[in-house]
């Protein structure tokens, strides 16, 4: 599967390894290279140097031996296992960055709704016997908590159907065009990034699509089997959303109340106006998906360009507004708006004079 | 060609783990190769008060005695060192595996693959592929600000930190002294929440806010820290998810699935239209506005008259 976790080479993380390393080695003479980086979960290349250090190593202070390890590309001998002392070679401790890392992401993980309930089960006693072990340094780590997102019954159904391999229906809400859509999608995997997204291959647009979990209103496993075509899986660290070079451009001019706009949405730039407001320019393959965005906006905002998204967020504000006139002399009989009719009708006489 | 800092640093570990007594700052010299080739008594007692502070930084504890002649030695003692017997079962083990791969980063990455491989070389069973025993789930914790990595050392040291920090509303960032508490990932986005000096009470801060970077002054702090920091429930307010009062809105049939997602009560109208009661917090009207001529807002008052006031301004653009 895809995910080696992020690990730049660096001195403190290859000393922390080779530390376990000499422990884990001692014990398995002859250990196969493939098998011992499946364990530490690293590259064979990374064992390899570490490999390439480690006869430079040596425990005791004047004369003492260099630790005698090597290999031949698959196994690994070392011939004078005796030169780290039985005390020495004993497992080490949790740091408290360790301790930390390792209890928060396992605490994280078994708040998700999806797991299932022998993997919860698993993970709730490993973390207990994790805090006993780590003992004080296991402290800092509630200095730090992250919760994960999801729905819990659709979770559910989609991993069932990963694990099945079967075909799902669901209804699916766009934000964008506020509208519900019915697709058969064949899904590849479920990825957690603050919300909880399923990545499928979407039989309606025939195309890789990303569905938020939040916004399945209604999901079905089929009985069809799912046969996605065969697709690399992309690196998705670096956001779900990646806009296209090609997508249409669009260019929001936001005073300060507006800038969170620069926060949510993935831009190419985002410059500083002298009142304290941005100029954004963005790419969407479908520019009138803003529409939304512009009438959130209000006062804190416009659309620059295109044009024709710029007027239809003023057509849709108008429109609604005529709407208002409607209500209000219904609602002034039916629900017997008294109470509140003085400072509605404020806004109707400001409304009709538009 | 200079010695890898890996090495090094391996080195001296293993010296200070392997002895009995405590050794000198001399006696390290002599038996590690890289400081016998540092070219002065400076640039070896600056290497060596790094490569001390990076061993503890991964856990080692290194003790200081000073012997009879007032010489001052070190080691690192089996009995502060080792890890407490632990045993896990295999699901246990692929559970942890799978925990072990979720941030995305690098220190903490780095942290707990390190854990992972201690519990391996105390015996953690392998022989289960984390993924497999957890279907196709794939969390992972996003941390693109820079600010995380100083912040979260800060709320571990207890370390009082300043920063520019731009309101979400505001043009210009103001510095912040803060004496942070924890930090925390929601809807994966990192807060940070703790004791802001300049207006003596608690705030939360949102680390994608902060500008420049994350100064940290000296001295820990000594005033309490709370054992249960409410930030969730701060920026769900934000977020406008407390709600403490309802709307009547009237909704087009079809549209605005989300809204009808939240109502308490919808009631079919027949006229193409639906009236919903829905909850009514902080950023509805913003929300509403939206929806643009799908939605029309009948009570309360103040809610109507601000979704009005919004669409007025989008509508003269």
Known sequence: ?354 | MAIAKAERLMNLALCLLGTRRPLSKRELRESIEAYLEANSDDSFNRMFERDKDDLRELGLVIETVENLDGEVGYLARRDSNRLPPITLDAEEAAALGLAAKVWQQARLAGAASGALQKLRAAGLPEDVDPYEAHGALEPRIPVHEASFEPLMLACRDRRPVVFDYRKATAARPEPRHVEPWALECWRGHWYLAGFDRDRGAERVFRLSRITGKVRSRGARFTAPVPDVVTVRETVAGWAGETADRSALIRLRTGAGYPLRAKATSVRELGDGWDELEIPYGHGLDAWLVEFGPDVVVLEPAELRADVVDRLRAVAKG
């Open chain 1, 1 to 354: 599967m895809a995910g080696k976790p992020v690990r730049p080479t660096n001195a403190i993380d290859q000393t922390r390894r080779m530390l376990s390393l000499v422990t884990y080695l001692k014990e398995r003479p002859g250990a196969r290279v493939e098998d011992v980086a499946r364990a530490f979960g690293i590259t064979e290349d990374e064992l390899v140097s570490d490999l390439d250090v480690l006869p430079m190593c040596g425990t005791s202070f004047r004369g003492g031996d260099l630790l005698d390890i090597d290999t031949d590309g698959e196994r690994i001998w070392w011939h004078n296992p005796a030169a780290l002392g039985e005390e020495t070679a004993e497992p080490l401790r949790l740091a408290a960055d360790e301790a930390t890392a390792l209890l928060v992401a396992a605490r994280a993980v078994s708040t998700l709704p999806g797991l299932r309930e022998s993997d919860r089960q698993a993970l709730l006693r490993a973390t207990a016997k994790v805090e006993t072990a780590a003992g004080e340094q296991a402290g800092a780590s509630s200095r730090l908590s992250v919760t994960f997102e999801a729905e819990g019954g659709v979770f559910a159904d989609v991993d069932r159907a990963i694990s099945e391999r079967r075909r799902l229906w669901i209804r699916y809400y766009s934000p964008a065009r506020d509208e519900l859509t019915e697709r058969e999608i064949d899904p590849i995997r479920l990825v957690s990034v603050g919300h909880t997204y399923v990545e499928a291959w979407c039989r309606r647009s025939e195309a890789r699509r990303t569905f938020r979990l939040d916004r399945v209103a209604e999901i079905k496993i089929l009985d069809e089997p799912s046969a996605p075509p065969e697709v690399e899986l992309r690196d998705l660290s670096e956001g779900l959303v990646q806009p296209a070079a090609e997508d249409p451009e669009v260019v929001v001019e936001v005073g300060p109340g507006g800038r969170w706009v620069a926060e949510y949405y993935p831009h190419d730039s985002a410059d500083e106006l002298s009142d304290g407001g941005l100029r954004i320019t963005l790419r969407t393959p479908d520019p009138a998906s803003l529409r939304r965005l512009a009438l959130r906006l209000g006062r804190d905002g416009r659309i620059v360009s295109p044009r024709d998204l710029a007027d239809s967020a003023r057509e849709a504000a108008r429109e609604a507004l005529a709407a208002y006139d409607g209500v209000e002399a219904q609602g002034a009989q039916a629900a017997g708006a008294g109470r509140d009719g003085q400072g509605d009708g404020r806004y109707d006489r400001q409304e009709q004079g538009l």
